[in-house]
């Protein structure tokens, strides 16, 4: 795999996610959907980690980073899966652009990073900016996309929480590895989950649905995530940290033509705004450096 088309990957991975996590649970139940997803995922990854004969650690850091992989994953995806009943698939992409703000403050409280420098600190405003938009527009279409919002975000704490967990444990696993041993930790949890709040086998899957279990399963499960560390591996973080900029839009794009979602006004200056805090979070401190370099040699 080459670098331009593990970014075409991962950017369309990323964009179609959203809206195949809602199609995964039509009919279904979106507990059924997640619980189904993350039973393939988990059986795909460790395939995946058998055939490219990676180690699976048993080290104590390793299981540790397992654990924290698998918390991360129960909490994100059961909170996505829950908030996409609520609002449009494109919304789910936007409000998950602030992830990197968000696990700059985990990281700045919890690993002592200076993480919060002015530039990430305006991002970081302007990004919440951005949301105080979509609340505001959702308190006008009612409680339940609020809730959706709410629910999400909590979803988006739950990643970059276990992102920040990871990093302090520095067990220095493959990343596909971390990803098997995360789906299996957290699969039981599914199941539990399914078990007691749900409990009922569908009596039809419809093929739409099956077919986006499938793809979630292993397109999201492995391939994306194969794709993305293969980035991280060969090209600088800032080229990597662009894709934030890119779902966002292109998620909103794709729920607009494939499920007749519509973009409003609200949600375009909420998206443009979250996009230029992380904008200002990336970039900020380059852009001030390069332009006090230009005044001081003029």
């Known amino acids: 795999m080459n670098v331009p088309l593990a970014f075409l990957v991962v950017i369309t991975l990323w964009s179609t996610t959203p809206l195949t996590i809602q199609w995964s ?19 795909f990854a460790s395939a995946a980690v058998f055939l490219f004969r990676y180690p699976f650690l048993r080290s104590r850091k390793a299981l540790q980073t397992y654990v924290a992989s698998g918390v991360g994953i129960y909490v994100a995806m059961l909170f996505a899966y829950w908030g996409a009943r609520y609002i449009p698939s494109g919304w789910i992409s936007v409000i998950w652009g602030i992830s990197p703000v968000m696990t700059g403050i985990l990281a700045t409280v919890f690993l002592n990073e200076k993480a919060l420098t ?36 909590l979803g988006v704490l739950g990643q970059t929480s276990s992102a920040v967990w990871i990093k302090a444990i520095n067990g220095n696993v493959n990343g596909l590895v971390v990803s098997a041993g995360g789906l299996l930790f957290s699969m039981p949890l599914f199941i539990i989950t399914w078990w007691v709040f749900d409990g009922e086998w569908p009596e039809h899957v419809p093929n739409r649905a099956a077919a986006s279990i499938l793809y979630l399963s292993f397109f999201g499960s492995v391939v994306g995530f194969s794709a993305y560390f293969y980035l991280i591996n060969h090209v600088e973080a800032s080229r990597v940290s662009l894709i934030t900029l890119v779902t966002p839009v292109t998620a909103l794009m794709v729920g607009h033509y494939w499920n007749n979602e519509q973009i409003t006004l609200s949600v375009v200056y909420g998206a443009a705004l979250i996009l230029l805090g992380l904008l200002s979070y990336e970039w900020g401190e380059k852009f001030r450096l390069k332009v006090q370099r230009k005044v001081l040699s003029s």
């Open 25 to 43: 649970s039509q009919d279904v139940g979106f507990l059924f959907g997640v619980t189904s997803r993350m039973i393939l995922g988990a059986i």
């Open 118 to 153: 002015w530039n990430r600190l305006l991002g970081a405003l302007v990004g919440i900016a951005g949301l105080s938009i979509i609340f505001l527009h959702s308190q006008n279409v009612g409680e339940k996309t609020l809730l959706g919002v709410g629910i999400i975000l």
